[in-house]
């Protein structure tokens, strides 16, 4: 049974007492799960155990009932392996938090129980071990706090950022707007785990300040106003940060106050001082919002950067599952974080291009750097574990192993010849090489003090030979060794058996050294007083003789002194080594970044088509320009043949285009298309294009597909509002913004008002990059209002009652609603379609009535003219019908060549003396 153990979650007679102390616990949130340790397995109970069976193990199958009467409780028992994966879906997938329970007293003193362990997101280090023991850890683990400041007329929002794993503290203090625009570029940039604000702060602001953490994905924590006191925070500093003037007081960042408020609830939530291994070991910086691109929550989802539970196991749906080739784990871990954190500096995007470029031309080079890293272990946890005595020596040889691999990766990386050579020999070579000489102490010490002939047998012992008192202990256990199997032989003489055959001699921990002989030929120890009979198994009889007794607890009392200097010895080399934890997160920050370039190379190198070099350019150049461009995660979807797109958007001429087309069509993977674009090419990565300009964006920010919140209470109008808000807030004229259905959630005339106002005022007003996904065709009458405006739209051919889209985009307005011919692929019964139909039509001229009695404004001129365009379509249709039939009704076989042209300039004449607008349009486009 999934989960369940061979024991029974409790002895009955204990069952009372549990539930009562169960009973006694203080009530917690719905996304805590208390467990509890019963040494061979653990339980969970109540509420928790229905959580753990339902959502864990998709089974009820594993949950008992325990108690008496109308008080019995639903319980869960797990078996270690079982705790361990579920610990790590709880925390790590599902963002719960874990309390763990265990017993002072053992079975019999259930009223003993005490917290002994408790975890969160962003809180993992009582965790550790389980988690990370046999896995990577693939992503950075942090916590944010957050103080709004009491400041008239601004909000000011005191921050901090602490990344225990990396031993980093980041603060700053920032003006933000009402939807704390910079509070979620932040989040996005950072990446936290879990969020702490102040509890009972019921004003506006803290309500904006929650949801936009929660919209973020990220977990919240309430704690006590008292808790964001600085009283100590100077002192705890002290102890904490590496800082050459051992005061902390004289840091610039101590002077933010509000941040330092943030700061002090980090150290007392995380119990960061408890830990003696992190006193003198953290860094403060502070945090710089414009280093990075300016992303909000909305475009990280709709350009489905991270993954998400949705995707299962095709990981190329997300952008960091398809660019992630990293062979080590902190270039996993560092891959996440650059992909939330696109640089502005354009010199910094053009040295990572440079590295790509090199590798991406060099195939060789780029799989012999790949084979070489995958190597490698993750030093930023190896130095950890040595941080906080926790490292063994086969810790210690891992990286002893390593550093001496360094030198093959140093030689590959040597071999490049082309034009960036000197920049790989900056980047890496030269400080890898440099690192491998900080090392050769390290190799001197593990070469001289470990016996590394015995790694091949698994065994990580120091060498006998390193100590006079360890050298002397292993001879004379060499010498009391090479007795015992003459002992052997004494007793297969003694017994008429055949030594190694019927009677073998074995160890083990409990006995030590013994003989052993099957159940067969047991029946010759009987009444032999030289023998000792241990115990009697299926798999034979184990015993001992009075001499075989005496060398195994000679050679057991020699052991135990042997590991005892062993074990004193192996902590000084441990201590010593411990010495070397800068150069192994150092070692690790230059492979996750070599790890990282390689990765862009391999995905760029390995496309369906070959990813292009963008062309990078300042803010101010205002332009994207992208030829053939594709979508990187759907182009490598199985039975997908992606057609590609161009786009030229530039400040002056054409920064706001309107998209329309069916449904279907390819509008919204267009825009989302060129967004991912100019992400990947500003975190240093090759783009899925034949050709590509790109002036560097401060933001790309989006209104995307919003879904109803209804346990927040918003709606689906509502939270496009709140995102479109923002993006009006925050939004610059070097910002790139995507829109895709904006005004759905409302009706037709107010959604329709709402979309004209929001594209004039970014078209006008904030003059920003914008791609507008819309399927308010009124709405393109703004390109006749606004010069940088342009329509462009998808594709799509009607031919009788099949509909074929072309995804194609193409210059000018779709006036037409393929809305019905969607309802007849899917086999809608005729009458609603032949009903729909004419409604339509009503509805078209109840619209254009209207306009005609209102026609003093912009919007009304647009229903009106929408409406002229839809009118000289159908017209335009007719008139090319009775145009072909014409031409199709001409006697060419009895015409000369001259008169057959003659008769069809004379149609085409009269075609045109019709002047009918879509007609001429049309001519014009194709000429």
Same mark, same amino acid.
Request: glycine share 6%.
């Given at each position: ?579 070397? #934890? ?50 990187? #995660? ?294």
């Amino acid at each position: 049974m999934a989960g369940q153990t061979s024991q029974e979650v409790l002895d009955v007679p204990y069952e009372q007492t549990f539930l009562t102390y169960l009973g006694s616990l203080p009530e917690k949130s719905e996304t805590t799960i208390r467990v509890f340790d019963r040494t061979e397995y653990y339980t969970v109970h109540g509420s928790d155990a229905t959580f753990i069976a339902k959502e864990i193990f998709k089974t009820m199958n594993v949950v008992r009932q325990i108690g008496s009467g109308g008080k019995k409780v639903p319980s869960v028992a797990l078996s270690k392996v079982r705790f361990e994966s579920t610990i790590r879906e709880l925390l790590l997938v599902r963002q719960y938090r874990v309390e763990l329970y265990r017993n002072k007293g053992g079975k019999g003193t259930l009223q003993s129980w005490f917290l002994a362990g408790k975890a969160s997101p962003g809180n993992l280090q009582q965790f550790e071990e389980i988690l990370f023991g046999n896995n990577e850890m693939s992503a950075s683990v942090g916590v944010m706090a957050f103080k709004l400041a009491a400041d008239a007329g601004q909000k000011t929002v005191g921050v901090a950022y602490v990344d225990i794993a990396e031993r980093k503290i980041a603060v700053c203090e920032i003006v933000d707007n009402d939807h704390f625009s910079n509070v979620e570029a932040m989040l996005v940039q950072l990446g936290p785990k879990e969020c702490i604000v102040q509890a009972n702060d019921q004003s506006p602001d803290a309500g904006n300040l929650r949801e936009v953490i929660q919209r973020s994905g990220i977990m919240v924590t309430e704690k006590k106003k008292g808790d964001f006191s600085t009283v100590d925070v100077v002192q705890d500093l002290n102890r904490l940060l590496k800082i050459n003037s051992g005061n902390s007081s004289t840091l610039p960042e101590v002077d933010l106050n509000h941040a330092m408020s943030c700061v002090a609830v980090i150290i007392k939530y995380l119990e960061i001082l408890s830990d003696d291994s992190n006193f003198g070991r953290f860094h403060i910086s502070t945090i710089d919002l414009n280093q990075y691109m300016k992303l909000d929550a909305a475009a990280v989802r709709a350009l489905s950067l991270l993954p998400s539970s949705a995707d299962g196991a095709n990981k190329s749906v997300s952008l960091l599952g398809l660019l992630n080739k990293c062979r080590t784990p902190q270039g996993k871990r560092l891959l996440g974080q650059w992909i939330k954190q696109p640089l502005l500096d354009e010199k910094k995007i053009e040295e990572r291009l440079n590295v790509v470029e090199t590798f991406f031309n060099n195939v060789v080079l780029r799989q012999t750097v790949q084979e070489e890293l995958k190597k490698f272990p993750d030093f930023s946890r190896m130095a950890k574990k040595f941080q906080k005595n926790r490292a063994t020596l086969q810790d210690c040889v891992r990286v002893y192993q390593a550093v001496g691999r360094l030198q093959e990766l140093v030689i590959s990386l040597d071999e490049c010849q082309d034009n960036h050579r000197p920049l790989i020999n900056e980047l890496f070579v030269a400080p890898l090489q440099e690192l491998k000489d900080d090392f050769s102490k390290y190799v001197e010490l593990v070469e001289t003090t470990i016996d590394l002939d015995q790694i091949e047998n698994h065994e990580f012992l120091i060498r006998p030979s390193f100590d006079e008192g360890l050298q002397e202990c292993r001879e004379n256990m060499d010498q009391v060794q090479r007795k015992i199997p003459r002992q052997l032989d004494k007793a297969a003489n003694e017994l008429g058996l055949e030594a190694g055959k019927t009677i073998k001699l074995e160890t083990n921990s409990q006995f030590g050294y013994y003989f052993r002989v099957t159940r067969k030929e047991e029946k010759k120890l009987r009444g032999n007083k030289k023998f000792t009979t241990l115990d009697t198994r299926k798999d034979g009889v184990r015993f001992t003789s009075s001499v075989l007794r005496q060398l195994n607890d000679e050679f057991q009392a020699l052991k135990a002194t042997y590991d005892d200097v062993q074990s004193k010895l192996a902590n000084e080399v441990i201590k010593i080594a411990s010495g070397y #934890c800068e150069p192994m997160q150092i070692l690790s920050d230059s492979l996750a970044k070599l790890d990282v370039l390689i990765s862009f190379s391999h995905v760029a190198a390995s496309a369906p088509i070959p990813y292009c070099r963008p062309k990078i350019f300042p803010a101010e150049h205002g332009s994207v320009i992208l030829s053939a461009v594709r979508h990187p #995660c759907l182009e490598v979807q199985d039975e997908i043949a992606f057609i590609p797109n161009d786009v030229t958007l530039n400040r002056d001429e054409q920064s706001f285009l309107i998209i329309t087309g069916p449904n279907m069509g390819g509008k919204s993977t267009y825009i989302r298309s060129i967004s991912v674009a100019v992400l990947m090419a500003q975190i240093g990565c090759f783009v899925p294009c034949e050709a590509a300009e790109i002036s560097i964006k401060d933001a790309i920010l989006a209104r995307v597909g919003s879904a109803d919140s209804q346990l927040k209470g918003v709606s689906t109008f509502m939270s496009e509002m709140l995102e479109t808000a923002s993006i009006l807030r925050s939004a610059t004229e070097n910002s790139l913004i995507i829109i895709d259905e904006l005004g759905r959630g409302t009706s037709t005339y107010d959604g329709f008002g709402l979309a004209w106002a929001i594209s004039e005022f970014i078209s006008t007003r904030i003059k920003a990059l914008c791609l507008f996904a819309t399927h308010f065709h009124e709405l393109t009458a703004l390109a006749d209002a606004v010069p940088s405006v342009k329509n462009y739209h998808v594709t799509a051919m009607t031919t009788g009652d099949t509909l074929t889209l072309l995804y194609r985009i193409k210059k000018g307005v779709c006036d037409q609603s393929f809305g019905i011919h969607v309802a007849e692929l899917t086999n809608f019964p005729r009458k609603v379609i032949e009903f729909a139909k004419r409604k339509a039509e009503e509805l078209e001229d109840f619209q254009g009535q209207t306009a005609e009695d209102n026609n003093d404004s912009n919007e009304n001129q647009a229903i009106l003219s929408s409406k002229k365009r839809r009118m000289d379509k159908k017209e335009g249709d007719n008139l090319i019908q009775e145009f072909l039939q014409n031409v199709a009704s001409i006697p060419i076989d009895n015409l000369s060549d001259d008169q057959v042209s003659t008769k069809v300039l004379d149609l085409k004449n009269a075609l045109l003396e019709k002047n009918n607008s879509y007609i001429n349009d049309m001519l014009t486009r194709n000429t």
